[in-house]
């Protein structure tokens, strides 16, 4: 399957040597080389990046490494795919816009025989990722289509709608409005909070001790670098 990387912090920050680690796995030292993705988020805007080639083969990843950006958010994606074609329509992260927010999504899993009806938001690519990120996004505009609501309203919503989706296979994520980063484990996903940053992946990217298992079927929120009660 596919491996998750994910930034928040307090103020604007890169992934250093975090993304080398991580981009190596991408088709070096691990088996994820179906392409590989990185979204940036500064306030509303999201600058997004995607690329259907190993990340070890990538130019564009080969720049990002060498002048890295920093922001408050960023979800990085590698993918081993299991539904849809080697394509850069496929590559993870995905964005739409939501509450005048954008949001960003990647996903770690496999989801069988999970297809939503189209709503509000239409798959461009044909993952099962990205269905699910649509439909996520659909339920919560329809649910709340006044706005965002109180962040433990949207945070309860959240929890569900990922049970409901997660009940079709593995359905690991990590997830971004620009403020908050939402992670949810189906099997395998960790989490280390440091210096006003919390870092999430499927696997530790370093030695460190620190590192925090989620528990199947947990859904956590980060915000200011911190864990979100």
């Not at 739409?96 to 938001?121: C, E, V």
């Not at 044909?126 to 339920?139: G, K, V, Y």
């Not at 649910?143 to 593995?170: K, N, S, Y």
């Not at 099997?187 to 528990?215: C, E, M």
């Amino acid at each position: 399957m596919c491996q998750l990387l994910g930034l928040n912090s307090s103020l604007p920050a890169g992934l250093g040597a975090f993304f080398d680690v991580f981009a190596e796995r991408g088709g070096r030292t691990d088996e994820h080389k179906d392409g590989w993705g990185i979204a940036f988020h500064s306030g509303k805007r999201c600058r997004l990046f995607t690329d259907h080639r190993a990340a070890i083969d990538s130019p564009l990843a080969a720049r990002i490494r060498r002048r890295p950006l920093r922001a408050r958010n960023i979800l990085a994606h590698i993918r081993k795919a299991t539904q849809g074609r080697i394509a850069l329509e496929n590559s993870h992260p995905f964005a739409r816009r939501l509450w005048d927010q954008t949001w960003s999504f990647a996903h770690n899993g496999d989801l069988k025989g999970f297809a939503p009806q189209p709503s509000l938001y239409r798959p461009q690519g044909d993952t099962d990722s990205e269905a699910a990120f649509c439909h996520l996004l659909s339920q919560l505009a329809r649910r709340f289509p006044h706005g965002a609501p109180a962040p433990h309203v949207l945070r309860a919503a959240m929890a569900e709608l990922a049970g409901e989706i997660a009940a079709h296979g593995t359905f690991n994520f990590i997830l971004s409005n620009g403020d908050t980063l939402f992670a949810h484990c189906s099997t395998n996903l960790h989490y280390r909070l440091q210096a006003g940053k919390a870092i999430v992946a499927t696997q530790p990217v370093d030695d460190t001790s620190g590192w925090v298992a989620f528990a199947p079927g947990e859904l956590k929120a980060f915000g200011q670098g911190l864990l979100r009660a």
